[in-house]
């Protein structure tokens, strides 16, 4: 596993790396979600014909609702999720929209596994003020920024 961590100078705003966009996640990675999520979805809908409705308390039903609901959102937002990087911040679609701006990171590690990048998603770590934000990214071009800025050699 290759890690590089540094400090990042946060008094130049204007050497962040030009602006790229890629998905957040490897392409086998969402393949693999897909057909598990595919998978727990076609064994509900077996098992949910043999339950027993009448017999099942609100609660119960509740939950197998939000599990329902959790699962298919995290799912289409894995699928559709993008990382950005421009001289300005670091952006990440998700269910929760995550932007860090460039001047406030004061720690950065870029944390992938040389060879292993379609399979294990590659993802910088970044401190800004008290918060800890992971932002992953399956695009090079978006890789290469992140190891650029880790090092302090973004333009």
């Known amino acids: 596993m290759t ?12 050497c962040g790396p030009e602006y790229v966009s890629g998905p957040a996640f490897p392409l086998l990675i969402k393949a693999l979600s897909s057909l598990m999520v595919l998978s ?5 809908a077996m098992v949910v014909r043999e339950v027993d409705w009448v017999d099942m308390s609100a609660s119960a039903a509740l939950l197998f609702g939000a599990a329902f609901l959790i699962t298919v959102t995290v799912w289409l937002w894995m ?9 300005e911040a670091i952006e ?3 269910l929760w929209h995550k932007r860090v701006l460039i001047k406030d990171i004061t720690q950065a590690k870029f944390i992938h596994i040389p060879f292993l990048n379609w399979l294990i998603a590659p993802r910088l770590v970044v401190r800004a003020g008290v918060g800890l934000y992971v932002f992953y990214s399956a ?5 290469r920024a992140f190891a650029l800025l880790v090092r302090g050699q973004a333009k």
């Not at 890690?3 to 204007?14: G, I, K, L, P, Y």
């Not at 695009?139 to 890789?143: L, N």
Request: no cysteine; proline share 3%; net charge negative.
């Open 79 to 87: 699928l559709k999720s993008r990382t950005s990087i421009s001289h």
């Open 139 to 143: 695009d090079p071009e978006v890789q």
């Open 3 to 14: 890690s590089v961590r540094t400090e990042v100078a946060t008094d130049n705003t204007s």
């Open 92 to 94: 990440q679609t998700w």
């Open 40 to 44: 727990v979805l076609f064994w509900g």
